[in-house]
Structures are given as structure tokens and as C-alpha cells.
């Protein structure tokens, strides 16, 4: 489906869709005109909205491309992740949601000068703001390669336009527009998720039936291996992992801090945490099914299989050999042979779209693309509004104008949301040029965020954790993370300095390493000291 196919129908609910985006930002301008209402909506938002925008953040593109890109050339490993989020959530309702809304200002990270000073304060804003930057900027990109398959439309186009509504409708409506569209958003979503499911089963040559059995002969109903290794993606390390990148999103990420603070109270923030969590449970879920039946569904119709892999290998060829003329019969015939290798988990990101451009009816195609679209913006305009809040608490208001007055608080809010969403936009725009570089960006924000969960539980919990406590532990934490992070790859002579572990567990050791050390270091300073 190139742009001159694209239906009229389509481009109508696409155009729609857009208008509808920015005209909520438009819709509650009035009410962000302050700073409170600019950051929490002035306290004042139902329960089930801001848990349907919790359930939305978790709903990134990720979920809409990336899921059913696993199951289909996988299993359904990734979903035991989700299976953790009530532990999580038992966690966050009973503790961090009374502790925020009782204790903590609009920034996430206040707390964290109070208790260990302002270093710890800086090092999670520092890590926090890298890893919103980068995730943007990876987000738009992303949604931009799968808009531009379905539609054919530049990359640079679309990421423009992207960049341009999301950070127009942010800026003008503030938090109560972010939360409201990522309702709605998720709720599109959903609706698209579940029309897909229709139209692969009732596509099936002999009935529904048929999905089941080849999926189910393939093994993609699997959730994996249940040994107790921590060098594989088992069962355990998944729920491990999942455990633990939970509690650092209900725990220690402004993007949910904010939304505990803009409901209208304490009971309706903790009943959002479950709202999202067990909404996004089934969604999930829904989104492995899609994965499973489109490897049955591509396994009966040979031909679409074929032009799938041909499309992929196409699209390697071009990045990979830069020599091959584009189109050339050299190109043609390298990407022909690379398409008969190809494996399913080389081009199962590419599935969800392909089938949505060659099998889905006018006007319902272009649902499913604002679907993604919207996916991938319930991801990017909450990071632009909690950057912009941290901006203003953690730097502005803390170091440069503490007497600030609303108006000049306001306008600076406004001014780092288009700042935040220039720099996204332009991290999207340098992903097409050089990925690798930033990857490498990327990989080392997330080395040091990964401490921020566990200075956060820290403090938290132990009362005698100390400031040089928490310093050595975090300093400790960090090379832990970059050990597991940068070794896996050693050979030869450095073998032997390779981490066993796998690449789920970082988040899991590099918390307990901070915590542990922490309180370690602290209890034998303290006693030092006495």
C-alpha cells in the first residue's frame, strides 16, 4: 500500500484523526493555564481516566508492532513480564501512591535531596531526562519505518508531522490532554487489536480451528523455558525482570508519579495503577494471540508469505549492502536469496504491518494506522510533559529561580515542551543517518537509570541507609550494570570477564547490587562513626 494506493477512506480517517489530536490540546488550553494545571490537572481527574492512560503509556508502539513480532517468531516469553504487573501494582498501591501523595512535590525526585542530597536528586533527573530523550527519539522513529511501509510516505515527512502534533497538542493542553487522548487513544487501539483477531481467524481456509492447530504444533502458544538458569529468557528471568522494570515505572518514573498526583485523590490514584495494570494484562495477551495466528494465517497463504520475506530482505540488502545499486537485478537477486534463508524472527516486527497493508478493507486500514500512530504518541507526549515538569521543579525552580512566579513558571513549562519536543523530533531525524551511534546512546542511558530504582527503594525502605551509603552503592550499582551491559560480547582472552547472565537480569542485579551495597556501606560507616 504506497501513498498513490492509498484509499480515500484511509486518508479520511487519517486527516480526522490528526484534527481531532490537536483540537484536544486546543479543547483544554484553559485549563493549563497555570502550572498546577499544566503538570497534575489541577488534582482533579477520575480514577478510571488516568488508569486508562496508564493502561495507554504501557501501550506503546512496542506492543502494537513489536508483540506480535515475538510471538510470531517465538513464543509467548514476553508475556510473563506482564503476568508480574499485579505484584507490582499490589506494591505500588499499597506504598509509593500514599508516599507521593502525601510526601513528594510535582517532581518524582524531590525526596531523593531530602534524603541523600542534592547529587541523588541530579543523578535521577540526569538519567531520567537522557533515557525520555532517547526514547522519544527512538519511539517517533520507529512509528515513522512502520507508517512509511504502510503508506509509503517519506520517513522525514512523517516523523516531521508527528514531531509537530504531538508536541502542539502537549504544549497547548497540558497534562489533561496527554491524559485524556492516551484514554482514547488506548481504547482505539484495542478496538483495531480486536479487528485484526476477526479478520485472521475468519481468513483462515478451514475455520478458526485451524489458527489454533498451527500455532499450536509450532509451539507459539509456549510461555518458554521454566528452568532456573539466569543465562536464558526463562520463565523466571522474565518474571524477574518484569518485576522490576515495573516497580521502577510505578516507583520512580515521573511519567506515573504525575498521574497519581492529577487524580482527584488517593483511593482513585491507587484504583488507576489497577485499572492500567489489568487492563493491559488481556490486552497484551491479545496482541502474543495476533502473533501466534499470523504465523498460521502466513503459513496458509504462501504467497503473501513470500512477499513478506522478500520485502525484508529487500530492506536488508539496502541497508546492509550500500554497494548494490537500489533495484538493480544485483540487489533483486541478493535479496531473493536472502529471503529463502530468512527465519520467522528475522522479519516477525514486519508481520502486523504487512498484513495491514494487504489485507485490510478501505477505511478500516486507516484506523488501524492512526492505531499505531496513537500507540506510538501515548508513549511520546507523556515524556514531553513530565521532561518539561522536571525541567521546571528539578533545574529551574530549584537552581536558577526559586521565587519564580506562576506566569514566568508557566511560560517556562511551555518553552522546554517545544524544546523537548525539538530534540525528539531531531533524535528521530538522526536515527535514519546513524542508528548505531545512537543505540550505543541509548544502551548507556539505560545503564545508568537502571540505578535510579534502587537508590529509590533505598531510601525508601532502610532508615539508616546514609548519604555516602547511597553514594558507594550507587557508584557500585552502576559498574555492575555496565560489567553485565558491555561484556557479553568478550572473547578470547577476556572470556573470562564475561557476564553469564542474560540481558534481563541487568535491571533485577544492578537494583539489588545498589540496595545491598547501600545498606551495607551504610551500616559500616555507621558504626565507624560510633
Known amino acids: 500500500m504506497m501513498l498513490a494506493e492509498l484509499r480515500t477512506p484511509d486518508l479520511a480517517v487519517l486527516v480526522i484523526y490528526f484534527v481531532l489530536l490537536v483540537g484536544a490540546g486546543f479543547y483544554f488550553r484553559k485549563r493549563s493555564a497555570s502550572v498546577e494545571g499544566f503538570t497534575v490537572a489541577n488534582r482533579s481527574l477520575p480514577g478510571w481516566v488516568c488508569g486508562l492512560s496508564i493502561f495507554g503509556t504501557y501501550l506503546s508502539s512496542n506492543t502494537f508492532i513489536g508483540v506480535p513480532g515475538k510471538a510470531y ?30 510526601n513528594a512535590g510535582l517532581s518524582a525526585y524531590e525526596h531523593l535531596e531530602k534524603r541523600f542530597g542534592p547529587w541523588a536528586r541530579m543523578y535521577a533527573v540526569a538519567c531520567y531526562l537522557l533515557t525520555q530523550i532517547s ?53 482505539i487501539l484495542t478496538l483495531g487489536a480486536i479487528f485484526v483477531v476477526v479478520l485472521i481467524l475468519t481468513g483462515m481456509p478451514e475455520g478458526a480451528g485451524q489458527a489454533f492447530t498451527h500455532a499450536n504444533e509450532a509451539e507459539k502458544f509456549s510461555l518458554g523455558d521454566m528452568g532456573l538458569s539466569f543465562a536464558s529468557s526463562t520463565v523466571w528471568v522474565m518474571l524477574l525482570y518484569g518485576i522490576f522494570i515495573n516497580l521502577t515505572n510505578f516507583g520512580i518514573d515521573q511519567n506515573f508519579v504525575q498521574r497519581y498526583h492529577a487524580a482527584d485523590s488517593e483511593k482513585a490514584a491507587g484504583r488507576s495503577v489497577w485499572m492500567g495494570a489489568l487492563l493491559y494484562m488481556p490486552v497484551a495477551l491479545m496482541f502474543f494471540f495476533i502473533g501466534s495466528i499470523l504465523f498460521s494465517y502466513y503459513q496458509e497463504h504462501p504467497a503473501l508469505l513470500e512477499d513478506l520475506r522478500l520485502a525484508k530482505a529487500t530492506e536488508l540488502v539496502e541497508e546492509e549492502s550500500p554497494g548494490l545499486a537500489k533495484g538493480s537485478p544485483e540487489a533483486a537477486a541478493e535479496a531473493k536469496r536472502l529471503a529463502g534463508e530468512m527465519k520467522p524472527a528475522k522479519y516477525g516486527d514486519n508481520v502486523l504491518p504487512h498484513f495491514i497493508a494487504n489485507r485490510i478493507p478501505a477505511g478500516l486500514a486507516g484506523l488501524l494506522i492512526a492505531a499505531l500512530f496513537a500507540a506510538a504518541m501515548s508513549s511520546i507526549d507523556t515524556s514531553l510533559n513530565s521532561s518539561s515538569t522536571i525541567a521546571l521543579q528539578d533545574f529551574y525552580r530549584r537552581w536558577f529561580r526559586p521565587s519564580a512566579t506562576e506566569a514566568e513558571s508557566l511560560r517556562f513549562l511551555r518553552i522546554m515542551t517545544v524544546v523537548f519536543g525539538l530534540i525528539g523530533t531531531s533524535v528521530a531525524l538522526a536515527m535514519m543517518g546513524v542508528k548505531s551511534i545512537l543505540d550505543a546512546w541509548w544502551k548507556i542511558s539505560g545503564v545508568f537509570a537502571g540505578g535510579m530504582l534502587g537508590l529509590f527503594l533505598l531510601g525508601f525502605i532502610s532508615r539508616r541507609a546514609t548519604n555516602a551509603g547511597a553514594a ?14 558491555f561484556t557479553p560480547d568478550m572473547d578470547g582472552d577476556l572470556g573470562w570477564f564475561r557476564s553469564p547472565f542474560h540481558a534481563n537480569m541487568i535491571t533485577v542485579i544492578g537494583t539489588l547490587s545498589i540496595f545491598l551495597v547501600g545498606l551495607g556501606a551504610s551500616r559500616i560507616l555507621g558504626r565507624k562513626r560510633g
Open 135 to 187: 526514547r522519544v527519539g527512538t519511539i517517533m522513529f520507529g512509528v515513522a519505518v512502520g507508517l512509511s511501509a504502510l503508506t509509503g510516505w517519506e520517513l522525514e515527512t512523517i516523523i516531521i508531522v508527528s514531531g509537530i502534533a504531538v508536541t502542539l497538542y502537549t504544549l497547548l493542553g497540558g497534562i489533561e490532554a496527554v491524559i485524556w487522548t492516551d484514554a482514547i487513544q488506548s481504547v
Open 73 to 102: 517468531g517465538g513464543n509467548w516469553n514476553g508475556f510473563v513480564f506482564s503476568l508480574s504487573l499485579p505484584i507490582a501494582a499490589f506494591i505500588a498501591v499499597k506504598w509509593f501512591v500514599p508516599f507521593y501523595r502525601k
Open 472 to 485: 558507594i552503592g550507587a557508584t557500585i550499582g552502576v559498574l555492575v550494570i555496565l560489567w553485565m551491559t
